[in-house]
């Protein structure tokens, strides 16, 4: 099974509108022009066109941000609180691969079914797959995302996505060993290195494209939810300009701008309105079929004050006690 990318992502939020607030205001996103399922109107024709006209708000409350020519990149819908990942759209290459997938994850004793034609729509998608991986968290496996190639950024940021996916996901697992075999024997992942800090405490990191790593996997004791979300910006200077924004905002600044030794990524962490860190920066590393894995003996080069295994614990501990 071939995962391409990391195309989408959906959390749950008591406020949608915050987040729109915080994805446009201080990240830099852009409110998509039509919500997914949302007639665009007739091409061509001035008149016509989205009736969200470019809010990116949809009907039932949901916001979706654009980061790049893809549709929409990130949604968030209301939920009691913050409910965390409600999905992950993982892009594959074409139907034949959707079909191929759910069979392999169904032979593998993991629950996977074809999607409905609403539900694509509902995804912007031509074909969808429904799955989920073994911290319960749901997947979607998808091809042919609708383009839209307006996109214009309010603080003229410049995402780094395309084949590389919208960033990087670092998830706490309760179990990692299933995890790990989930994502690596059935999705295809590649380990690309892990760090240790402790006994049974350990960060791991992977690959399904040049990105050093799409997901990670932080296992910190019987805890299953999301450390934080990555984007990654072109340059330093664009990376600054948002912690700037950050600042102004008095948006707490979980760790202090730093480069972590595995992916090489120059970046600061902040807290979100959904009760998880988001982590902007640049420069990640990429890799190829030549990548062999290491263990990392510490995590950062310089910097990162504020992200330590007290600290990051400590967030696990937080998720726990919602539980
Ligand atoms: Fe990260």
Redesign the pocket.
């Known amino acids: 099974m071939k995962v391409r990318s990391l195309g989408y992502i959906g959390f749950g939020a008591p406020d949608p509108k915050q987040w729109l607030d915080y994805g446009v205001n201080i990240i830099g996103a852009m409110p998509a022009r039509a919500y997914p399922g949302e007639d665009w109107g007739m091409p061509m024709d001035p008149t016509s066109g989205p009736a969200s006209a470019g809010s990116g708000v949809a009907p039932d409350g949901s916001v979706y941000l654009k980061l790049d020519e893809r549709q929409w990149r990130i949604g968030i819908h209301p939920s009691e609180d913050n409910a965390g990942i409600m999905y992950m759209g993982f892009e594959m290459a074409c139907y034949q691969d959707l079909e191929e997938a759910v069979k392999e994850l169904k032979e593998g004793g993991v629950p996977a079914r074809m999607g409905t034609a609403e539900e694509a729509r509902n995804r912007s998608v031509t074909g969808i797959a429904i799955s989920e991986d073994p911290a319960g968290n749901p997947l979607e496996f998808f091809y042919g995302p609708t383009k839209d190639y307006k996109f214009v950024s309010p603080y003229n940021v410049e995402f780094q996505t395309g084949s590389l996916g919208l960033g990087?996901v670092?998830l706490f697992v309760k179990d990692l060993k299933a995890c790990e075999d989930f994502y690596t024997w059935v999705l295809g992942f590649k380990l690309s290195d892990y760090i240790k800090f402790g006994p049974d405490l350990s960060a791991n990191f992977y690959h399904c494209n040049p990105r050093h790593h799409t997901l990670?996997l932080t296992h910190v004791g019987p805890v299953n939810g999301i450390h934080?979300m990555?984007l990654e910006m072109k340059n330093i200077d664009q990376v600054a300009q948002c912690l700037e924004r950050v600042e102004a905002a008095g948006i707490k600044v979980t760790s202090t701008l730093g480069r972590?030794t595995n992916d090489n990524?120059l970046?600061f962490y902040m807290s979100s309105p959904f009760g998880f860190e988001v982590?902007i920066?640049c420069e990640g590393l990429l890799v190829d079929e030549s990548w062999l894995p290491s263990e990392f003996c510490e995590g950062d080069v310089w910097g990162h004050k504020g992200l330590d295994p007290e600290t990051i614990t400590e967030s696990a501990q937080q998720i726990k006690q919602k539980d």
Do not use: F, K
């Open positions: 990087h670092n990670g934080h990555m972590h990524m970046s982590e920066g």
